[in-house]
């Protein structure tokens, strides 16, 4: 079964509600090492069950336009003498996708949510 072009897998959901939380405390730019860690914290740990899937789900949201992604400066590396890192942060659409995401999740969660009411028949 194929996915929606703008539904969120749960760690899709996951990784953006995170990096909203990372926003809101004045972390606008987040390695994928950083994230991993907040998300065993905070949450399924499951999700991060085989090597590259938070990659694969970063590079995903990337291309969905949802987070925007850059190389670290190479003098910061330099200063802490180790390699350069992937760097990523929200666009504005990421949002409101998790909106988006959050409200079908409940939808689908409610038994006949997604039919109409017999009173507005």
């Known amino acids: 079964m194929r996915r929606k072009p703008d539904e969120l897998l749960p760690l899709e ?8 939380v990372l926003e809101r405390r004045g972390v ?3 390695h994928g090492y950083s994230l991993a860690k907040l998300l065993q914290e905070r949450g399924d740990r499951r999700l991060l069950t085989a090597h590259g899937t938070l990659y694969r789900a970063l590079h995903r949201l990337e291309s969905a336009g949802l987070i925007e992604a850059s190389w670290e400066d190479h003098h910061v590396a330099e200063s802490e003498n180790r390699p350069r890192r992937r760097m990523y942060r929200l666009r504005g659409a990421a949002e409101p996708a998790v909106r988006r995401a959050r409200a079908m999740k409940r939808a689908q969660s409610k038994p006949g949510a ?3 009411d017999l009173e507005s028949l």
């Open 28 to 30: 606008t730019h987040f």
């Open 13 to 20: 959901l996951e990784i953006l509600e995170t990096a909203l």
């Open 114 to 116: 997604l039919l109409p």
